[in-house]
């Protein structure tokens, strides 16, 4: 029954491509200012004028790199998408300037603070310049309308703990500020009756509604937390601050067991639809950022500074370069196509 209603799920989102076009799904993870990497590695897949993009998913920073290129493809194609996300970026940089944070100490004091007082009360107007940032910069009703370019932004239902996977027909800038809400910065946002958090608790970001529901043949998960910390951390911060991303990472990681699973029992039966066929095959690449980025003079995934961000963009696009020729997904021949069948 599960396999017989993937198949119709994928027939109804996308037509399958020909055997010439290998689409590419793009997952985006959550993480704060760290979500800059990310931009830099969409800036360069963005270039690729004829690779076919499959889909978005994302979860809090992720989410918003998704929508916000998203848009831009919507209005301008690829160069439209790259802009889009420049100014984002740009003007994250700017807010950051204004931001206390700055201040000798501050960080540390705003960390102890929002874990004594609920942002209820230091923030009981609920203001979020990132919020009115998206609306002067998203046409959501027109991106919703459009549907085009499928998304998958995940939020986490405060009441059950359960995620939400909004589509692209349901984007709003409260589904981001949902998908983007941490409980101890910003008030739960309420979408159809229920409170919602930040998507990173249930599913960051979303992997299986993404090679499920479309048709892509490869999978580029853009990775904000490292694989690999070997520092073992002694001061609370950095503690606290472990802790925060092994939690965030860990949905990701039961994400990517139950796809491995998936392929193993389809590696084992035969015969199998196209669409089954697809998802057996379906190639997997991340791109990952270094845990350099994590340590104390790094920064803060909170206080984007303008020259954090340049950083964090550069080190992006570069490991996206770096593994251009494995994740640009090749173009199958024509003769080879039609010797398949």
Same mark, same amino acid.
């Given at each position: 029954?599960?396999?017989?209603?993937?198949?119709?799920? !994928?027939?109804?989102?996308?037509?399958?491509?020909?055997?010439?076009?290998?689409?590419?799904?793009?997952?985006?993870?959550?993480?704060?200012?760290?979500?800059?990497?990310?931009?830099?590695?969409?800036?360069?897949?963005?270039? *690729? *004028?004829? &690779?076919?993009?499959?889909?978005?998913?994302?979860?809090?920073?992720?989410?918003?790199?998704?929508?916000?290129?998203?848009?831009?493809?919507?209005?301008?194609?690829?160069?439209?998408?790259?802009?889009?996300?420049?100014?984002?970026?740009?003007?994250?940089?700017?807010?950051?300037?204004?931001?206390?944070?700055? &201040?000798?100490?501050?960080?540390?004091?705003?960390?102890?603070?929002?874990?004594?007082?609920?942002?209820?009360?230091?923030?009981?107007?609920?203001?979020?310049?990132?919020?009115?940032?998206?609306?002067?910069?998203?046409?959501? *009703?027109?991106?919703?309308?459009?549907?085009?370019?499928?998304?998958?932004?995940?939020? !986490?239902?405060?009441?059950?703990?359960?995620?939400?996977?909004?589509?692209? *027909?349901?984007?709003?800038?409260?589904?981001?500020?949902?998908?983007?809400?941490?409980?101890?910065?910003?008030?739960?946002?309420?979408?159809?009756?229920? /409170?919602?958090?930040?998507?990173?608790?249930?599913?960051?970001?979303?992997?299986?509604?993404?090679?499920?529901? !479309?048709?892509?043949?490869?999978?580029?998960?853009?990775?904000?937390?490292?694989?690999?910390?070997?520092? &073992? /951390?002694?001061?609370?911060?950095?503690?606290?601050?472990?802790?925060?991303?092994?939690?965030?990472?860990? /949905?990701?990681?039961?994400?990517?067991?139950?796809?491995?699973?998936?392929?193993?029992?389809?590696?084992?039966?035969?015969?199998?639809?196209?669409?089954?066929?697809?998802?057996?095959?379906?190639?997997?690449?991340?791109?990952?950022?270094?845990?350099?980025?994590?340590?104390?003079?790094?920064?803060?995934?909170?206080?984007?500074?303008?020259?954090?961000?340049?950083? &964090?963009?550069?080190?992006?696009?570069?490991?996206?370069?770096?593994?251009?020729?494995?994740?640009?997904?090749?173009?199958?021949?024509?003769?080879?196509?039609?010797?398949?069948?």
């Amino acid at each position: 029954m599960f396999w017989g209603s993937l198949s119709q799920r !994928t027939a109804n989102v996308l037509p399958v491509p020909s055997e010439t076009q290998q689409p590419l799904a793009i997952a985006l993870q959550g993480g704060g200012a760290y979500g800059a990497y990310a931009w830099g590695v969409l800036d360069r897949v963005l270039e *690729e *004028e004829d &690779l076919p993009i499959a889909g978005f998913s994302g979860a809090s920073a992720g989410a918003i790199n998704a929508v916000v290129a998203a848009w831009g493809l919507l209005e301008g194609g690829r160069a439209g998408a790259r802009d889009a996300l420049r100014r984002l970026w740009t003007s994250v940089g700017k807010m950051s300037l204004l931001s206390p944070l700055g &201040l000798p100490g501050a960080s540390l004091q705003f960390d102890l603070l929002t874990r004594v007082i609920s942002p209820y009360l230091f923030n009981p107007l609920n203001i979020n310049p990132l919020r009115d940032l998206l609306v002067d910069m998203v046409d959501f *009703e027109r991106l919703s309308a459009d549907g085009r370019i499928p998304l998958f932004i995940s939020a !986490t239902n405060v009441n059950t703990g359960e995620q939400r996977i909004f589509r692209e *027909e349901e984007i709003s800038v409260d589904v981001l500020m949902a998908s983007s809400c941490i409980p101890y910065l910003s008030q739960a946002v309420v979408i159809d009756g229920q /409170p919602y958090w930040d998507g990173g608790f249930s599913a960051n970001p979303p992997i299986l509604p993404l090679v499920l529901e !479309t048709a892509c043949r490869s999978l580029l998960l853009v990775k904000l937390t490292a694989d690999d910390e070997p520092d &073992l /951390p002694k001061a609370a911060p950095e503690i606290f601050a472990r802790l925060k991303r092994i939690l965030f990472n860990a /949905p990701l990681l039961r994400d990517l067991d139950a796809l491995t699973e998936m392929q193993k029992l389809l590696h084992r039966t035969s015969p199998l639809p196209a669409d089954l066929l697809r998802l057996r095959d379906l190639a997997l690449h991340k791109i990952t950022i270094d845990h350099a980025f994590f340590g104390a003079t790094s920064g803060s995934a909170f206080d984007p500074k303008p020259a954090m961000i340049a950083k &964090l963009f550069d080190a992006g696009r570069a490991a996206a370069e770096e593994s251009a020729d494995v994740w640009m997904p090749a173009i199958v021949p024509e003769s080879l196509a039609e010797a398949r069948h």
